[in-house]
């Protein structure tokens, strides 16, 4: 299994509205990643998952939440979001103590807030 | 200054052409390169990671220059299929980020 999978894969809220978007992989990565993408812009990393521990939060605003309940899981609990918000959110994960094979990405979770 | 700057393009080339562009990286403690491709609305793909002394898949054709901190991706005898945005994405040593170049836009034409 060299996948990362991502759901859903569309999603729009209302600005009251609670949900969360989950990534799961199944590849013994250690390493996982929160990304989020607004159009023809790259990826901007949000958080970082290491043994599941948070290790890096790029300052990104506590109506986003996450989560690393165990070593192949991965959630982002959303709460009270903006339009701004409204992007692609992409999941990725690497072998932690290895990244020089790069990351694999999920297919992502595009976001609409209303 | 951006850490990572790719031209983007937009590189429009007929099909069976030779298309080339380049990215810069400012952190001379970069330790891992790669090129992504990413079509419209979909996730970003590994394409290939781009070794010290060059690489090669098939018709893509990665360098690394160290002493001028730039990776180079060319694509020979493009099909119609490479029409995609090109990522460039450092990895700067002992550090989880990937750190993106704003992407390579190429679109090959009939």
């Known amino acids: 299994d060299t996948e990362v999978t991502q759901t859903p894969k569309h999603l729009v809220m209302g600005m009251t509205n609670k949900k969360s978007l989950k990534c799961e992989q199944h590849m013994g990565h250690r390493a996982m990643y929160w990304y989020k993408q607004k159009a023809k812009k790259p990826p901007e990393l949000m958080f970082v998952y290491s043994y599941e521990k948070l290790s890096i939060n790029e300052s990104v605003p506590s109506r986003f939440s996450p989560e690393c309940p165990n070593s192949s899981l991965l959630n982002l609990h959303l709460h009270a979001l903006q339009p701004e918000d409204s992007a692609l959110y992409l999941c990725a994960s690497s072998q932690d103590n290895d990244r020089s094979y790069g990351y694999t990405f999920g297919s992502g979770t595009r976001l609409t807030v209303v | 200054r951006k850490e990572v700057e790719q031209d983007p393009g937009p590189f429009n080339v007929p099909e069976g052409a030779t298309v080339a562009f380049n990215c810069t990286y400012s952190n001379s403690a970069s330790q891992s390169f790669f090129w992504y491709r990413q079509d419209c609305r979909k996730e970003p793909k590994l394409l290939m990671s781009?070794?010290?002394s060059g690489n090669e898949d098939g018709r893509f054709t990665a360098q690394l220059n160290r002493a001028s901190q730039y990776i180079s991706l060319l694509i020979r005898d493009s099909k119609l299929s490479d029409s995609a945005t090109y990522l460039c994405v450092v990895i700067f040593s002992n550090d989880y980020k990937l750190s993106f170049g704003a992407g390579t836009t190429v679109t090959v034409r009939a």
């Open positions: 781009v070794y010290s």
